[in-house]
């Protein structure tokens, strides 16, 4: 049932922050106008957050800053970012550091209702989001968010800037900066900024080290695998198991289900990625050719009708399809069902299609992101590192926004470097350093053979 909730006001302003080792809960005495979809959850929604907290060492240290130093105090920010336990460390940080932040789903898949309940029953920060929200309900939680008049926008995958842009330009005059945390958002504001259209700046959070490296290729690659288990208790080992894709993403995806002990093949429009995946020893092909082997397919390309008509038309009966990329364009829905006599939901989150010959193609998590539709997204430890760049890129804007051009540009290298540092750090890991001799040896060119 969704319900409208206004979270009940406490007159008393309890438990102030004082611990940055632990998310702390601060009620306003103001309501909080939010739509989640059962306050109720909110219990377990906080023992969610804290979980994730203890794996969020970097997060951590960066709230312990803000705490002192209140680097966003009066900034208001609307964030469009998947709902989940990682993501409320990054909100409560950020309302820590003196922001006025508010949330909304990047996906109607995505949200975890209960974190959703807990961010406005424990920590007074309102989430516009329902898990399995249709289209509409969607597009009003973002301009839930926009109602708030935001300085800066977090996005991921550019709906909010979409947004905005062609809906909502009564906000642009507040608004400072922005960020991006996925490959195809920044695509799509890297297309803004071409047209010129762009009316802020935008740090191109997926494009930092700490960001694509690790999160996009161990975050998907493991959580991916996660979602497919989780709705279909598939056995990996000894399946045809297909990546489209040779990406970020698609390098993790491949080298966990091998892992598994899948086949895995691989298909690329990209020469040089298709030829990286052949010297890692996967079965390199066209999606034509793989359509007919494949037990499992998975797309993780950030691009449109991957897997379409023919391809349906010559897999296996029982064949599994899925989807890992942004948005749910990667395989082509309308063709699967222009093919299909019926369909119904076997399990959660897998709807069996009924082709006129007779076979049968599973399709999972309706080809939105299977890794947060069915299972729980990427695991803490490596949000740590994703979100500690988003929050020392808001940080950033908030200082910097004046002398920014309004251009989608990278998080600065120090930032990126720092982040590194402070994981390595926080895994109780050393590492050496440059001599004084092979500094001035690198920075020169006399010293040959
Ligand atoms: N599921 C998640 O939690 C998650 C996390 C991070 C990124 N993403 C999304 O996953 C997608 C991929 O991200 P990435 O960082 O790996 O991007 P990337 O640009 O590194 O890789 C995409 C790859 O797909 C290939 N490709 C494009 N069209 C193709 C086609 N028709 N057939 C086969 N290959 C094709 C490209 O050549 C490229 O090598 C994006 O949409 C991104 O936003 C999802």
């Known amino acids: 049932m969704t319900i409208q909730i206004f979270a009940e006001p406490n007159k008393k302003e309890i438990m ?37 907290n203890q794996s969020m060492k970097v997060l951590q240290s960066i709230r312990k800053d803000f705490i002192k130093n209140q680097p966003l105090k009066d900034i208001r920010i609307a964030a469009c970012l998947h709902v989940t336990a990682e993501t409320a460390n990054l909100a409560i940080t950020m309302r820590d ?25 424990d920590y007074s920060i309102p989430v516009f989001a329902i898990k399995g929200e249709d289209n509409e309900t969607y597009y009003s939680h973002i301009m839930a968010a926009l109602d708030r008049k935001p300085h800066i926008t977090m996005d991921d995958g550019a709906d909010l800037v979409t947004t905005i842009l062609t809906k909502r330009t009564d906000v642009l005059a507040d608004i400072i900066g922005g960020t ?12 803004m900024a071409q047209e010129g259209v762009l009316k802020y700046p935008i740090i191109a959070v997926n494009d930092a080290d700490t960001k694509h490296l690790f999160d996009n290729r161990y975050g998907t690659g493991q959580s991916t695998i996660d979602g497919i288990i989780r709705s279909t208790n598939y056995l990996l080992s000894g399946s045809h198991f297909v990546v489209a894709g040779y990406g970020w993403c698609g390098r993790g995806l491949a080298s966990r289900a091998k892992g598994q002990g899948a086949d895995v093949i691989v298909t690329e429009i990209n020469p040089t990625r298709a030829l ?11 999606m034509d050719e793989a359509a007919k082997i494949g037990d499992i397919f998975c797309t993780v390309t950030g691009n449109k009708n991957v897997i379409r008509r ?28 222009k093919l299909s006599s019926s369909k119904r939901t076997t399990r959660p989150f897998v709807e069996e299609y009924s082709l006129r010959d007779g076979r049968k193609i599973n399709l999972l998590g309706e080809g939105r992101l299977i890794n947060l539709a069915a299972a729980e997204g990427h695991p803490p430890s490596v949000m740590d590192m994703s979100f500690a760049d988003q929050a020392l890129s808001v940080e950033y804007l908030v200082k910097n926004h004046a002398t920014l051009p309004k251009e989608v540009f990278p998080v600065p290298q120090d930032l990126d470097k720092r982040v590194a540092k402070l994981k390595l750090e926080s895994m109780g890991i050393k590492i050496d350093r440059l001599t004084s001799d092979q500094e001035e040896y690198l920075a020169s060119w006399s010293e040959g053979t």
């Open 180 to 191: 991006e945390e996925t490959t195809t958002g920044v695509i799509r504001l890297r297309a």
């Open 310 to 337: 023919e391809h349906f038309e010559a897999m296996r009966d029982g064949a599994i399809v899925c989807n890992s990329g942004h948005f749910n364009v990667e395989i082509d829905i309308p063709a699967l069902d």
């Open 276 to 286: 990286e995946a052949v010297m890692e020893g996967y079965r390199v092909m066209s």
């Open 16 to 52: 102030a922050t004082t611990t940055a080792t632990t998310p702390s809960t601060q009620r306003l005495p103001v309501a909080t106008p939010s739509d989640v979809k059962n306050i109720e959850l909110a219990d377990l929604g906080k023992k969610r957050i804290e979980w994730a």
């Open 97 to 121: 550091g003196g922001a006025d932040v508010a949330l909304c789903a990047s996906n109607p898949l995505s949200t975890q209702d209960d974190v959703a309940a807990s961010l406005v029953r």
